[in-house]
């Protein structure tokens, strides 16, 4: 027959077995500091992340800030993850980041986005398919070309185009604007059949919603392939190993264009929030969850998988 103290101690070992993880994370980690330069794309990102941290436990703390004030922010140590590292176009941040030892780099969370002018299509029927075609129809396009928000790499790379008078384009102006400021301008040159260069990406929603046609012949500025691009999860230097957990998490959080094409039509096409939108998409296509969740516990060490299903009624 087995001693007392022998049971006493098989019950704590079973007790122990059975009983939840200590918690993954430290209590600092809890919280998590993340940035939104204002893109629909990297809301919708957030969005998704949002509702599966706080099924998992955690607090989301999103800031909207410009993508250099967010890199600062970054090696500042004021935000810890963000979702919209776009690469090559943000090579010049990086590099100043890497220099500086401030970020690290979880993983590449999109693949296959393109990031470069475009024109409508009746403009490039109309003989404007390349960069080079620009400047010969100037007076159509007013000079103008039309990006999102100030400080943005994309404008700024427009800027240095200009000032070295390549494709001819000395003299042209970049407006500067907020996404939806630039799109509502798209909007108004299609309706009246007007003239319009400006920057566009996929994914989004401007995909399906006008009849666009991407320029080529600017790999220089953009890169190759009309501006074939990845989006890269990055991380302020040490988070990581401080919050494991949660880097985890982010490392398998990965996506796709039709799964952020249909985010951002909720968002932009159908007024839902982006929680609202998130939380649509994630029921509708639940067997995300898995590979996103792989080994992933909640804050407390409890399994992930199991906990973000029930805040979810899944």
């Not at 980690?29 to 509702?51: E, F, H, L, Y």
């Not at 929603?205 to 320029?215: C, H, R, V």
Request: hydrophobic share 45%.
């Amino acid at each position: 027959m087995m001693t007392r103290t022998v049971l006493a101690a098989s019950a704590l070992s079973l007790l122990l077995l059975a009983g939840p993880a200590a918690a993954a994370d430290a209590p600092a980690c809890k919280t998590i500091r993340m940035s939104d330069p204002g893109w629909t794309d990297i809301t919708s990102t957030n969005a998704i992340a949002g509702v599966l941290l706080d099924g998992l436990g955690y607090t989301q703390d999103v800031k909207t800030l410009s993508v250099p004030i967010g890199y600062e922010s970054m090696k500042n140590g004021n935000v810890d993850v963000f979702l919209g590292n776009w690469m090559p176009a943000q090579q010049k941040f990086i590099d100043a980041l890497n220099e500086a030892k401030a970020v690290d780099v979880l993983a590449t969370n999109l693949e296959g986005a393109k990031f470069t002018l475009a024109v409508p299509t009746y403009v490039a029927e109309g003989g404007v398919k390349d960069f080079k075609d620009l400047a010969a129809h100037a007076d159509k396009f007013d000079s103008k070309i039309y990006g999102i928000e100030p400080g943005a790499p994309a404008n700024q790379n427009m800027l240095k185009m200009i000032e070295a008078n390549d494709f001819g384009l000395k003299g042209w102006k970049v407006v500067e604007s907020g996404e939806q400021a630039m799109l509502a301008q798209v909007k108004r040159s299609q309706n009246g059949k007007d003239w319009i260069v400006f920057l566009a990406w996929a994914p989004h929603p401007m995909n399906e919603t006008f009849d666009l046609t991407y320029l080529s012949g600017g790999d220089a500025y953009f890169g190759a392939d009309f501006g074939g691009a990845d989006v890269r999860t990055l991380a302020r230097a040490g988070w990581a190993t401080e919050c494991p957990n949660a880097a985890t998490f982010f490392k398998q959080l990965k996506f796709d264009l039709a799964t952020e094409n249909a985010m951002m039509g909720k968002i932009l096409d159908d007024g839902q929030t982006p929680e609202a939108a998130a939380k649509a998409w994630i029921k509708a296509n639940p067997a995300a969850l898995g590979p996103w969740l792989d080994g992933v516990t909640t804050f407390d060490g409890k399994p992930g998988l199991p906990a973000v299903k029930a805040s979810l009624g899944l």
